[in-house]
């Protein structure tokens, strides 16, 4: 059996938590840094399926984009070899924002 040697590239984009700052739209929420830091955590754990059984509560108070790509992405990922790497995690104005990849073991 030979190797696939295609490449292939699926991009999860969504931003984070929209709960940082008083003055974005949805207000503040100390629920915000609770989801980005579960976020962040999976994805440097390589355990993405966690996070479909985020609390509702938690995901109303963050107001988050991303969980629906999330749950796409940790599909996507499930019995590979592949292996997180996160680049960058800001919060540039009253959202969250996290950069990573993953990439073959």
């Given at each position: 059996?030979?190797?696939?040697?295609?490449?292939?590239?699926?991009?999860?984009?969504?931003?984070?938590?929209?709960?940082?700052?008083?003055k974005?739209?949805?207000?503040?929420?100390?629920?915000?840094?609770?989801?980005?830091?579960?976020?962040?955590?999976?994805?440097?754990?390589?355990?993405?399926?966690?996070?479909?059984?985020?609390?509702?509560?938690?995901?109303?108070?963050?107001?988050?984009d991303?969980?629906?790509?999330?749950?796409?992405?940790?599909g996507?990922?499930?019995?590979?070899?592949?292996?997180?790497?996160?680049?960058?995690?800001?919060i540039p104005?009253?959202?969250?924002?996290?950069c990573?990849?993953?990439?073959?073991?």
């Amino acid at each position: 059996m030979t190797e696939d040697k295609k490449k292939y590239a699926f991009v999860a984009s969504a931003d984070q938590a929209h709960t940082h700052s008083a003055k974005g739209p949805y207000g503040y929420s100390k629920s915000a840094s609770t989801y980005d830091n579960l976020v962040l955590s999976s994805i440097r754990m390589n355990n993405l399926k966690r996070l479909l059984n985020v609390k509702k509560a938690l995901v109303e108070k963050a107001k988050p984009d991303s969980l629906w790509q999330m749950a796409m992405l940790a599909g996507a990922v499930e019995g590979t070899n592949l292996r997180p790497e996160t680049f960058s995690y800001q919060i540039p104005t009253y959202y969250g924002m996290i950069c990573a990849g993953f990439r073959k073991s």
